[in-house]
């Protein structure tokens, strides 16, 4: 429906009381003026056909495939039903991460409150209508441009704007899609819903502009694997074209001979298993962490898991449990006030600014049993003042929050006798004052303390074990007093959590990044320091994760490297999470970082099998086309070396536990491992050729192609015994399997990979270049080990004087 059909339909001003009625709902979302997202939560079934179908590489397979039956040499299109397999399983795994992803999404999706015959209900954000009455309160993120109609709120809009400034909206003011609630409960009536809302507009905006920045490509893994594609795809072309041109002209080859030839070099040249790995091993890492109760937003924070070093982490909900209990009331005026007199100050404090955090909800539990008397004016707890107020037409004004943000430091010094001891064993403190309502902490007087307790959550102790041992560093960031947090992170078995400090101390950017490397434990942090002690972390060097589930962690969050939300929490932290822990428990997290890093150090170890075979293919074509040799095998050949080496061993290992951090540039580790095969790789097959050459020429070998085959197996497989060491069973069982399928293939059905039955001699030049190979890769490595070795000190040295 267009937007001028939409503008002709009326308005309706349902009374914030009342809203709109279901009939009047229906008519409007089958008008199409409902809240449906622009966008699917993940990809839709013919979407993922198309992308693992209708890919550049496999358009190049079925040209090749054409052409090797124009020459009639159907014998040589084995690598074709790898490719279909490998399009087949791809499909098949992303559709198994989309069933599992969507059942999550579904159990995870943005609800709202809204006003329907009078009552208040709850709906998914995508099932409202336009000119809906809906309640928004703290943690709420904003579902569609809406007009507030009672109540204020206080909104941050960093997520669409990037300024991190609070907003007070009062009735006639707007609220804009994509920001969120921090303090205060008002209704608003829904004006722009659907595609229609502002951040609807944006989402559209930036995907026309720049799809190709998409999040779940950004990953340093995914960038590499792109650009290598990339450079393969552009070279295969001038490289085949040149191939096929010397094998023809120069060397006179049989036009038969050289599309045979040229297409295995081609064959050989592209990463067909690659990307099939790196999808499966993905997918179902997607899979394992659904199994945990994680959804996952973003595949590509699953190799930041891998690599993270830091984890910060907040304190209540994610150290402790969530709930609070009121654990004392301690009088600081006892001659003006009694405990009833607090008692029934906290009962209407509470009532009047309800119970929209943990803390107010412990103090609601507590002491909400009393009558209340209406406040004139509130003023809810925020992260920046850190703390809420209540006025009465008496003219009294009363505070509740932070002592340090209350009283002034002569006054607070007079009582640190009575909090000190509190925050030191691991309490919330909170102060109940009186103040003049024209001057709010002025002349604040102090009535009493309220302290209150959070448990360590269970498994907390064990959790932070694992993360020592496996040497990420953790950071304890939080909006309560240092000396409280220091307590609760060391009662969690936190490494040096008496390692910490007021962040109301640090003014300075620089004085923030000083901090973040020195402490442990950070208190009274307000959310815009959160974001810089990330960001000072992450300009350290470090790969940062962030946990989190309130209002004021969710600038960290989308500043971490990698952010994991409590499905408990807040709204919009779960939203602009990459991660969401279902359970809320983070004592799943070893178990999440476990599986990022099987991922990704599994998609490494075989991505060096995969580019054993594209090196050999790319640097044999060329020296090929220089020396004026044919090009060694077939792709029949080929396809057995990379069925058996390459294909089936990478895949057994993808599923293999691999806890090891990942560190290092994904490209450059895996070129590193595969340079040293893939190099053995053309030293046998030109020894082949030395050989042809120094004995009776083309007659001393008669199938040179199968000599060479049988080689390049041979070394395919000293890389995975390379790849696979040390020895489990399981990779005890996939060498000796691997071993027995080359030789079953290379006996019995021989024929079917263009293998010819090789004599005496073959026979022995196998066995003298075979047993060659292994001191060839062997110091190939040590030279490759030595040049990175110096390489690495020119980088020292190079940072040192730069450093100077």
């Not at 040179?704 to 080689?711: F, K, P, Q, R, Y």
């Not at 080359?742 to 001699?761: D, K, M, N, P, W």
Request: charged share 20%; aromatic share 6%; glycine share 8%.
């Amino acid at each position: 429906m267009t937007e001028a059909h939409i503008s002709e339909i009326p308005r309706i001003a349902a009374l914030p009381e009342a809203g709109l009625t279901n009939e009047q709902a229906a008519r409007l979302f089958d008008a199409g003026l409902s809240n449906a997202p622009v966008d699917a939560p993940t990809k839709t079934v013919g979407q993922i056909i198309i992308a693992n179908v209708c890919t550049y590489f496999n358009l190049v397979f079925a040209i090749l495939a054409v052409v090797i039956l124009l020459v009639g040499a159907w014998r040589e299109l084995l690598f074709l039903p790898v490719v279909i397999l490998n399009s087949a399983i791809g499909i098949i795994q992303e559709l198994r991460a989309k069933k599992t992803l969507d059942k999550l999404t579904l159990m995870s999706e943005p609800r709202a409150k809204v006003v329907r015959d009078g009552t208040l209900i709850s709906l998914r954000c995508a099932e409202l209508v336009r000119d809906d009455i809906v309640e928004f309160t703290a943690g709420n993120q904003i579902c569609a441009d809406a007009e507030v109609v009672t109540g204020e709120v206080q909104v941050n809009e960093s997520l669409i704007t990037g300024e991190p400034d609070e907003i007070l909206k009062a009735p006639g003011t707007s609220l804009l899609s994509g920001s969120y609630i921090v303090a205060g409960t008002c209704r608003a009536r829904l004006d722009k819903v659907g595609a229609a809302s502002f951040v609807s507009k944006l989402t559209i905006e930036a995907k026309a502009q720049a799809q190709s920045k998409s999040k779940s490509g950004s990953s340093e893994m995914m960038r590499s694997l792109t650009r290598l594609v990339q450079v393969i795809g552009i070279l295969i072309i001038p490289v085949g074209a040149l191939l096929f041109w010397h094998q023809y002209y120069v060397l006179g080859e049989e036009f038969r001979q050289c599309v045979i030839t040229t297409i295995a070099a081609l064959v050989g040249m592209i990463p067909e298993g690659l990307y099939l790995l790196t999808s499966i091993a993905l997918a179902v890492g997607v899979i394992r962490l659904a199994s945990m109760r994680t959804l996952t937003h973003d595949l590509g924070c699953i190799e930041t898991l891998a690599r993270v070093n830091v984890l910060c982490v907040d304190k209540t909900g994610t150290i402790t449990e969530p709930e609070m209990l009121v654990e004392d009331l301690i009088l600081l005026e006892p001659t003006r006030f009694s405990t009833e007199d607090a008692e029934q100050l906290l009962a209407d404090h509470c009532l009047n600014l309800g119970a929209e955090n943990d803390t107010m909800k412990a103090i609601k539990r507590k002491y909400g049993g009393k009558p209340a008397r209406p406040a004139v004016r509130t003023l809810p707890f925020n992260s920046k003042n850190k703390f809420s107020i209540a006025e009465y037409d008496t003219g009294e004004c009363y505070l509740l929050g932070a002592p340090e943000f209350i009283l002034d430091e002569p006054t607070l010094a007079e009582y640190r006798a009575e909090i000190e001891p509190q925050t030191a064993s691991g309490l919330r403190v909170l102060l109940l004052a009186m103040t003049d309502s024209e001057d709010e902490t002025g002349d604040a007087v102090p009535i009493c303390l309220v302290t209150l307790s959070n448990k360590v959550r269970a498994g907390a102790v064990d959790t932070f074990r694992y993360f020592a041992e496996q040497g990420v560093t953790i950071k304890v960031i939080s909006g309560d007093n240092d000396h409280t947090v220091s307590y609760i992170a060391g009662k969690a078995g936190i490494a040096n959590a008496e390692a910490s400090i007021d962040a109301t101390t640090l003014t300075t950017d620089s004085e923030i990044a000083a901090a973040a490397s020195e402490y442990t434990v950070f208190g009274r942090v307000t959310p815009e320091q959160k974001r810089k002690l990330i960001k000072a972390l992450k300009a350290a060097g470090n790969t940062v994760a962030m946990t989190g589930d309130g209002v004021n962690d969710i600038l960290a969050l989308k500043e971490a490297d990698c952010s994991v939300a409590m499905a408990s929490g807040s709204d919009v932290a779960a939203q602009v999470s990459q991660l969401v822990l279902l359970d809320s428990d983070f004592s799943a997290m070893p178990g999440i970082v476990a599986e990022g890093r099987r991922v990704i150090n599994n998609i490494q170890r075989g991505a060096a099998l995969f580019l054993v075979k594209n090196i050999f293919s790319f640097v044999c074509a060329v020296l090929s086309i220089i020396a004026g040799f044919a090009y060694p095998v077939t792709p029949a050949q080929l396809s057995l070396v990379s069925m058996l080496t390459i294909g089936l061993p990478s895949f057994v290992l993808a599923l293999e536990p691999n806890t090891a951090r990942v560190t290092g540039h994904f490209l450059r580790g895996v070129l590193y491992r595969a340079l040293p095969g893939g190099l053995t790789a053309v030293a046998v097959a030109f020894g082949v050729m030395f050989f042809g050459i120094a004995g009776e020429g083309a007659a001393f070998i008669r199938d040179d192609g199968t000599v060479s085959a049988i080689l390049l197996a041979l070394v395919g497989f000293l890389v995975l015994y390379k790849v696979c060491t040390p020895f489990t069973a399981l990779r005890r069982a996939l060498c000796g399997t691997v071993a027995a399928l080359l030789v079953l293939c290379a006996t019995v059905f021989g024929r079917i990979f263009s293998l010819s039955t090789l004599g005496y001699r073959e026979v022995l030049i196998i066995a003298v270049i075979g047993l060659a190979a292994v001191p060839i890769m062997n110091a190939l490595t040590q030279i490759e080990d030595k040049l990175a070795h110096w390489i690495e000190l020119l980088r020292t040295a190079n940072q040192l004087e730069k450093g100077k």
